[in-house]
């Protein structure tokens, strides 16, 4: 039986793998997350709680569990955060995945990494694995920091890079664009979405899928996985609204100048989805879609 481990459990994809695979008999699940389990619907999850300043225990379960695979789905996710706090991103988003990458490497387990198209400058969208990354912020640098450091660790990995992920799991810290136009515009709030932002929105179970199938196929190599719409913020706010028979005239235009945000964004991403399709199945959900299975389990 295939042992998996996924770090950073207590987050919107970790938490997602961790109900997906708990159904898949052939895997052994493995959870590491900081502080208490929160996805309590998976019962007798073996859960190790971790503090990334602690990598000696880290390795130490990792060396015991003996996984065939590591999912890194940790990270420092708010942009703006990053940009203030730079030393945290770092540490966070690239030290870490260095030192797991290299523990991953001498336990020979498959490091799956999550990555971001914000390591594209958003000049020249839609981007191809093989396109020249150029972060316009300090989260994007962080990202493609610890791309480089899984790629120059010998560790057989997958880097899964994605883009902007919506869903719905229990006790979330964070917001995410669909749940925040949601929860607005049901009390009656009027909200600023930009309209020269283009992105291709991605349902989380879509992502922990292509996770799972990187897994089954043993993937190896960069992969490009989101939605198949790409569509303005303001037209994503306008679908969700709609979907949810929610009132339009809440949402205003802004454009991006408008915004005082610490951390700069590209303007347009999107990916080329060819290689994900063709080597390892994958099958991108448009936003629609991503929505009906998102209610199927609210
Ligand atoms: N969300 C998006 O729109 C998006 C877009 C592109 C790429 N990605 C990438 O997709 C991956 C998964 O993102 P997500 O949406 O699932 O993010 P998320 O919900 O914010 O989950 C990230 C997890 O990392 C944990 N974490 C952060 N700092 C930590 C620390 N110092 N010690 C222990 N745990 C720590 C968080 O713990 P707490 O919850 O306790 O803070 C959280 O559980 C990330 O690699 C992200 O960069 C996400």
């Known amino acids: 039986m295939k042992k998996i481990v996924v770090i950073g459990s207590n987050g919107l994809l970790g938490q997602t793998l961790v109900q997906k695979i708990s159904k898949r008999p052939e895997y052994q699940l493995y959870a590491m997350a900081s502080g208490e389990n929160r996805e309590t619907s998976v019962t007798d999850l073996r859960y190790f709680s971790i503090d990334l ?32 706090q730079q030393d945290d991103c770092k540490r966070i988003n690239t030290d870490f995945v260095a030192e797991l990458a290299a523990v991953c490497r001498e336990l020979k387990a498959h490091l799956i990494h999550i990555s971001t198209d914000f390591i594209f400058d958003g000049k020249e969208g839609f981007y191809s694995e093989e396109d020249e990354a150029q972060p316009v912020n300090y989260y ?7 791309e480089e450091a899984v790629i120059n660790s010998g560790v057989v990995y997958s880097i899964l890079r994605t883009i ?8 979330m810290k ?15 709030q009027s909200i600023n979405l930009v309209d020269d932002q283009f992105r291709m929105p991605t349902y ?34 306008l ?29 347009k991403t999107g990916f080329i989805l060819d290689k994900a399709i063709d080597k390892m199945g994958f099958q991108p959900m448009s936003l629609r879609e991503g929505l009906d299975e998102m209610m199927q389990n609210f």
């Open 53 to 84: 300043t602690d990598l000696k225990f880290i390795k130490m379960q990792l060396n015991l569990i003996e996984p065939d695979f590591v999912v890194n789905a940790l990270a420092m996710t708010n942009v703006d955060s990053c940009e203030l």
């Open 140 to 146: 994007g640098w962080s990202k493609l920091w610890a």
């Open 164 to 171: 902007v992920v919506y869903g719905k799991v229990a006790g």
């Open 174 to 188: 964070k917001n995410n664009i669909v749940l925040w136009i949601k929860e607005s515009l049901e009390k009656g």
């Open 204 to 237: 989380v179970g879509s992502l922990a899928d292509a996770c799972i199938l990187s897994i089954e196929k043993e993937t190896v190599g960069i992969y490009h996985i989101c939605g198949k719409d790409l569509m303005s913020i303001y037209d994503m706010g």
């Open 239 to 267: 679908e969700i609204a709609d979907y949810f028979g929610l009132d339009t005239s809440l949402l205003q235009t802004v454009p991006t100048s408008s915004l005082t945000q610490p951390a700069k964004r590209p303007p």
